[in-house]
Nanobody, 122 residues
């Protein structure tokens, strides 16, 4: 089965914004909650944000007020709007499908994309 494809990453300056996209080909996209994770070099993958099938959202503390997760079910696409970026936001960002359990554990997700690199330069 095809994995989602993330895009929109890049090299930006402190304070800049980026909008990440996660395109799915699954007809069941709208049936599942989705999440964004990130992984910085030498660190474990960490949860960023989660969105339900009806667009209820929740965020890790570092993302609150700066990041916005959204989805367009008609386009089978998940988004992450990131504002006021900081050097510590530098990581590879991944989207995944939430299939069970709590929203912040990577083991509760499947269908991971290859990720998109975000680098924030000071």
């Amino acid at each position: 089965q095809a994995q989602p494809v993330e895009s929109g990453g890049g090299l930006v300056q402190v304070g800049d914004s980026l909008r990440l996209s996660c395109a799915s080909t699954r007809d069941t996209f709208s049936d599942y909650s989705m999440g964004w994770f990130r992984q910085a070099p030498g660190k474990e993958r960490e949860w960023v944000a989660w969105i339900s099938t009806i667009s209820t959202t929740t965020y890790e503390d570092f993302a609150k007020g700066r990041f916005t997760i959204s989805r367009d079910n008609s386009k089978k696409t998940l988004y992450l709007q990131m504002n006021s970026l900081k050097p510590e936001d530098t990581a590879v960002y991944y989207c995944a499908r939430h299939v069970s359990g709590n929203a912040f554990q990577a083991s509760h997700y499947d269908s991971w994309g290859q990720g998109t690199q975000v680098t924030v330069s000071s």
